[in-house]
T-cell receptor, first 112, second 113 residues
C-alpha cells in the first residue's frame, strides 16, 4: 500500500501564475481533504472532496479550486498566485466519518 | 466555531524523561474525535493517538497516553521514556462528523541526548 502520495514535492512559481497540485489517496479511501500549512503554523483546511463533489470548504478565496476524479485522486488548483500562497500543501485521505485521516508528505510551494 | 489551542510553542527535555504537551479545545458538540499528530522534519503528518469523546477511558499507545478531560475540554499528551526520534512538531486536532480537522498551532518538542 503506497499510502497517500502527492506530487510534486517542491515547486517554485512566480506571482500571478497558476499551479496544480496532485494527490492520490490511500487505497480504499474515497474522501480527500486539502490543507495549507504556513511556516511554523498548524494546517488550515482548504476544502474536502467526496464522490467528485466539493463537500465543504474552509475560508479560502475562489482562487483556490479543486477536483476529484472517479478513481478518487484529486487536484488542487491555485490561480493568480500571491506571495502569501507560499506554504506546505497537505493532502489527507479517509474513508468514513470519524476515521483516521492519512496524510501525504506535502507539496512545498514557493511563490517568488 | 471549533478552536484548538496549544499554549506551549516549544518544549525541550532530556532523553528518557517524561514530557506532557497541553491542548485545550472549544466546541458545543457532544460527539467528536481528538487526535495528536506528529510532524517530523520529513513533513509527513503521522497520527500518534486518537480519543473518541464518548469514551471515558484515556487512550494509550505504547509510550504515548492522553489525559482527556471532557468537561474541561482538555486533551494533553504524555510521552514516557522519551526518545531522540520523538523530536518533532506535535499538533493537537479535533474533528466532528465528516467535517474538517481543526489543528492547534503546534508544539515544537526537542529531545536532547
Amino acid at each position: 500500500d503506497a499510502g497517500v502520495t502527492q506530487s510534486p514535492t517542491h515547486l517554485i512559481k512566480t506571482r500571478g501564475q497558476q499551479v496544480t497540485l496532485r494527490c492520490s489517496p490511500k487505497s480504499g479511501h474515497d474522501t480527500v481533504s486539502w490543507y495549507q500549512q504556513a511556516l511554523g503554523q498548524g494546517p488550515q483546511f482548504i476544502f474536502q472532496y467526496y464522490e467528485e463533489e466539493e463537500r465543504q470548504r474552509g475560508n479560502f478565496p475562489d482562487r483556490f479550486s479543486g477536483h476529484q476524479f472517479p478513481n478518487y485522486s484529486s487536484e488542487l488548483n491555485v490561480n493568480a498566485l500571491l506571495l502569501g500562497d507560499s506554504a506546505l500543501y497537505l493532502c489527507a485521505s479517509s474513508n468514513d466519518v470519524n476515521t483516521e485521516a492519512f496524510f501525504g508528505q506535502g507539496t512545498r510551494l514557493t511563490v517568488v | 466555531a471549533q478552536t484548538v489551542t496549544q499554549s506551549q510553542p516549544e518544549m525541550s527535555v532530556q532523553e528518557a524523561e517524561t514530557v506532557t504537551l497541553s491542548c485545550t479545545y472549544d466546541t458545543s458538540e457532544n460527539n467528536y474525535y481528538l487526535f495528536w499528530y506528529k510532524q517530523p522534519p520529513s513533513r509527513q503528518m503521522i497520527l500518534v493517538i486518537r480519543q473518541e469523546a464518548y469514551k471515558q477511558q484515556n487512550a494509550t499507545e505504547n509510550r504515548f497516553s492522553v489525559n482527556f478531560q471532557k468537561a474541561a475540554k482538555s486533551f494533553s499528551l504524555k510521552i514516557s521514556d522519551s526518545q531522540l526520534g520523538d523530536t518533532a512538531m506535535y499538533f493537537c486536532a479535533f474533528i466532528q462528523g465528516a467535517q474538517k480537522l481543526v489543528f492547534g498551532q503546534g508544539t515544537r518538542l526537542t529531545i536532547n541526548p
